[in-house]
């Protein structure tokens, strides 16, 4: 059974249409006049258990609002979403009892006490067994190291320190399924590290399915097999990286440097630059290796060097964009 | 594991929170003590050369603003910034969906917030009234005794006018003034500074069809005396249903902004 299934799921907003200039003011308390906006439209997926899936699109997409229907906090305008066979919505109690959620730039942990208190406040809260509670805490103070700073009041904590705060929170009740709204959004190199080794050794010990939306690219190319492009509240690419990349830039270019200015041809790739001693040939991934394509070109002239340039993923992700 | 054990948890720690903020203990104590003494000098001054205003003395009007001050501290609320913030920071869909209900923790986090205050703030301020003012004694026992029955109501009427204050959150950007303002309107409405029956006849009935009345002026006037316990009893009961007409405002209101929450975002 998929541990997450969502089908034709939508959602409208209404946005009240407020008239500018102080008549438009005293008009807008007796008349409204309203909006809707379509921010997520007919999205289907379903995520087998223990994968990690990366939702991405631009700002606006529609990621944060799937993010809160799948935790059931807003309320789909249709649709259905299943969570461990769950709605989340009608059976919302037992839902977030094997559900983790973090928003990354709103923490849910309590300003007025130390991130420790406000871990107890959880416990409480979330009726989490001791033994568990301990237990959990301990395996996520190896990987983030909670320990050093688990005395500082939830309001002095850096953004890196507070994300992590926010994660352990999020897995005290040992939920199976998490979901992570820009868990790195904001943070610096080692922040983003830590957070992303959390994720990592949480799936790996624990079989966490995981989703989390981002715009951080190594966000993805580091933790998921699978990835969501949505846009303008529809999914628009929905697959293995992998498999995107491959069928969005099919091809590859190879820089060959030669000795002297006597290069070589080859059947399967096209030439597409020379400058002096180094040439650029050009070949797709499925006629031929890379490796195969330096073997081939060795054989036939002396090569001092040869590099394969390997697209960059902005540029796949922005093509995808448009669809 | 219940919910109590969660609000046992919550009403602890808000003790332990609220004995940390020395400093504010003892503006407070010094603020309360204050306007304590200014209105007994006020009182002192319109009785000299009277010995009963409205049917009291002002033995009961001294003991009356001794006891406003301690009641002025079991009423503090904070449910109100406790919404606010929630609303502001974009997390209140989540606490409100959350397995115990946020309101009853809002609740235990103010009790246990006025369980600390009354003793490092509330006994101070009456062992100084005391002292220094007069022993604010109730006129007899059976006045004390329905001045505790009134008093728990009071604290509820209290508490649930705060939290159906609070959901103004909801639909207005700056709530912190409009806090301040209710928080005084309230006192000065209430009777808790000039009781009501000093004020004109049409002010009396104006304010005495509402409910500020039945947070301070009714235990008030109970404890120094002036109801009996026949005179009393419909006082009560009024007070009675003012306190199921909040609380029922409260829980529809609350419930039907939970809903809009869910399906406008929070
Ligand atoms: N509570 C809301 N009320 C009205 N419109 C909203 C609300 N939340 C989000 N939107 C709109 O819905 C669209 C999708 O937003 P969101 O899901 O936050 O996108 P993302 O997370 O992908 O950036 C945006 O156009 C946004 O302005
Ligand atoms: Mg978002």
Redesign the interface.
Known sequence: MDTIVVKNLKKE??IAQKEKGLAGAVKNLFVRKYEILRAVDDISFTIPKGEITAFIGPNGAGKS?TV?MM?????PTSGDILINGRNP?KD??HV??DLG?V?G????LN???RLG?SF??MR????I?KAMYEENLKVMDDILGIEEIINIPVRQLSLGQRMRGDLVAAMLHSPSVLFLDEPTIGLDVEGKYAIRKFIKEINRVKGTTIILTTHDLGDIEELCKRLIIINKGKIVEDGPLEELVNRIAPNRNLVVEYYDENYVEHEQAKIINVEGNIVTYQFSKKEITGAGLICDISDRAKIKDATIKEVKIDDIIRIAYRG | MSNKSAYSFIYKMRIQKALAYRFDVFANIIFQCIAMFATAFFWKAIYSGYDSVQGAGVYDMLTYTVISAVMSILFVTTVEFKLMESVKKGTVAMDMLKPVPLFSIYFFEDLGNITSLFFINGLPILLIGSLFIGMPLPADGVSAALFFVSLLMSFFINWFFAALFSLLSFVTINMSPLIQVKKHILRLLSGSIIPVWFFPEWAQGILGALPFVYIYQLPLDLYIGRYTLQTAMPKLTIQLVWLVILSGSFYAAEKSMTKKVMVQGG
Not at chain 1, 105 to 108: D, E, P, S
């Open positions: 907003y209404k609002t809160k935790s059931g906090i807003l309320v919505q919302r109690v977030v009892q959620v928003f730039q709103r923490t849910q300003w007025d006490l208190e107890e406040m409480h809260i979330y009726k067994p």
